[in-house]
């Protein structure tokens, strides 16, 4: 049984201009020990649904219309408050992008620390610190034991970062969700925290959720990927399939169009048009629009994910069909 | 070769100052510590290096926009830093900027007709007939369909705001541009129409283009020469691929292996060198050389020298005592 497994995930929100459709149909798992990445552009959905996961939507305008999301045989959608309450920020830990906007400025780093062990461990406050700077010290902070008496805003961004990772970590949680969390960050502080987490990974045997729009992150990092796009999976796999072989026209758009993987200077591969705007009606593919090899079928066709190459999904009907050779 | 624009030793420090009514000088921040520079016409120069590596404010000293402590810059054989008031807003029809943020750096309350008119006006007479045609002329050569010049910034995509200040930035037929991370806010598959649109550009326009980003990858696609910057000074300047796929300084070296590929056959054979720690701070740099503390090849000499940039094989400068040595040895 996996750790995780998501099925027909909706969530949708409810505004004055529309409805939203930020999250329409995702279904996807998580192995125990695996780490899976999901990329896509921004409004494609994939924070909306591990905020979703979370219970971290405002509701309203938020509204999970549909889906379970079972986590060690437990729905997560459908739990109490208290219920969930044991599982998050426990087993299910979450980082975000900004450290600055998620730690309190007024606490010092150790009140923010320990809050959990007090919570969810109900351990003694001497014993909860004296772990709390151990936490500091396993990311890799120095001189913890003093560091831990700072206010956040004494430390510089990356050790800000390291902060949140000791502190989501800190309850020995089984999955790991991580919203972007080396974006602001600088490339060789970034590489510092990827070998953080992964070897925390390795140490602990703990799943992780890394949201990006990075495809180098991903491909250096994850094992498992899925390209979401207007708030669908278009194409899930694993990581070498999905660059090796693209079995989807967006994911083969994307990584054309990135300078990393084209020669010098040749010119970049652009993606005609706009993200769409999941407030309107689409097609029924939502990439039809943008797309190269879209044929009238593909806006009126049902799409579905469906299972091309073992292990390697598309939602794209003309490769399911074997019509098109990407 | 005269060169088109040349930086000579350009220094620009901050005073750090402390206290509310008797305000005492506590420090300097050296944010850029002696550059020298020198571009031909046409030539994009990538200026890269992490937060806080003074690669914004060297830019911004370029233009103008901030004053040199020290040091002179000289741009199509007129030096830039001896100007003052009205010959230097004259001046300025000759260097622009495009800035990250493309939502920040427009008036909402302007339509892209006012805006880009507004530019125009600024450093030309133009009769208000000719402007219709002149604002239509410069949103076609950005890829906008003139039809939208009714429209307020907020009515178009990011992309496509950033190609309106594109335009304000042509509008004064600029010979150098600066762009400070014109593509980091945008989307992936939004960067590549932008990079693009800045390489036609130049190309056909035969600007020349500095163009700041911490992104490498980007940087060596469009650059036709790399600098990389470490607390306020050049360690490295060369062709851009060469840079990027042989770099020679230690800190390049660290910076370009902490690039992630997307490629994960290549990320798996991929050597890492992990940096330690952060960038000092500019206001205390480390002795002798600022990246010893962080160098794995650093040696005793390191800490007592600042080492100058030179050039160690045809067209590759490197700041470093050891360059010659390393390559050698690599």
Known sequence: ?326 | MTPFLELRDVKTHFPVEHGLVFRKRVGTVRAVDGVSLALRQGEILGLVGESGCGKSTLGRTILQLLPASEGTVVLGGRSLTALRGAELRSARADFQMIFQDPYASLNPRMTVFDTLAEAIRAHHAVPAGELPARVAALMEKVGLAPRYQRKYPHEFSGGQRQRIAIARALAVEPKLIVADEPVSALDVSIQAQIINLLAKLSREMGLTLVFISHDLSVVRHIADRIAVMYLGKIIELGPAAAVFDHPLHPYTQALVSAVPVPDPAREKLRQRVVLAGDPPSPLNPPSGCAFHPRCRFAVEACKATGPALEEISPGRDVACLRARELQAGS
């Open chain 1, 1 to 326: 049984m996996p750790l995780l497994e998501v099925a027909n995930l909706r969530a949708y929100f409810h505004t004055r201009n529309g409805i939203v459709r930020a999250v329409d149909g995702v279904s996807f798992s998580v192995e125990k020990g695996e780490t899976l990445g999901i990329v896509g552009e921004s409004g494609s959905g994939k924070s909306v649904t591990c905020y979703s996961l979370m219970g971290l939507i405002p509701k309203p305008p938020g509204r999970i219309e549909s889906g379970t999301a079972r986590f060690d045989g437990a729905d997560l959608l459908t739990m109490g408050e208290t219920e969930l309450n044991q599982i998050r920020g426990k087993r299910i830990a979450m980082i975000f992008q900004d450290p600055m906007t998620s730690l309190n400025p007024y606490l010092r780093i150790e009140e923010q620390l320990i809050e959990p062990l007090l919570i969810h461990e109900k351990m003694p406050r001497a014993e909860a610190v004296k772990r709390a700077i151990r936490a500091l010290e396993e990311v890799g902070v120095p001189d913890a034991a003093r560091r831990i008496r700072s206010h956040p805003h004494e430390f510089s961004g990356g050790m800000r970062q390291r902060v949140m990772i000791a502190m989501a970590l800190i309850t020995q949680p089984d999955l790991l969700i991580a919203d972007e969390p080396t974006t602001a960050l600088d490339v060789t502080v970034q590489a510092q925290i990827l070998d953080l987490i992964a070897r925390l990974q390795r140490e602990r045997g703990m799943a992780v959720i890394w949201i990006s729009h990075d495809l180098g992150v991903v491909a250096s990092f994850c094992q498992r990927v899925l390209v979401m796009y207007a708030g669908r999976v278009v194409e899930s796999g694993r990581v070498e399939d999905i660059f090796a072989r693209p079995l989807h026209p967006y994911n083969r758009a994307l990584q054309r169009s990135i300078p990393a993987l084209q020669g010098k200077g040749a010119e970049l591969y652009t993606i005609p048009g706009l993200p769409p705007d999941v407030s309107k009606p689409l097609p029924a593919c939502a990439f039809a629009d943008r797309c190269e090899f879209a044929q009238p079928e593909c806006r009126t066709d049902e799409v579905v994910l469906k299972e091309v190459e073992p292990g390697h999904a598309s939602a794209c009907v003309r490769v399911q069909r074997g019509e098109l050779k990407l």
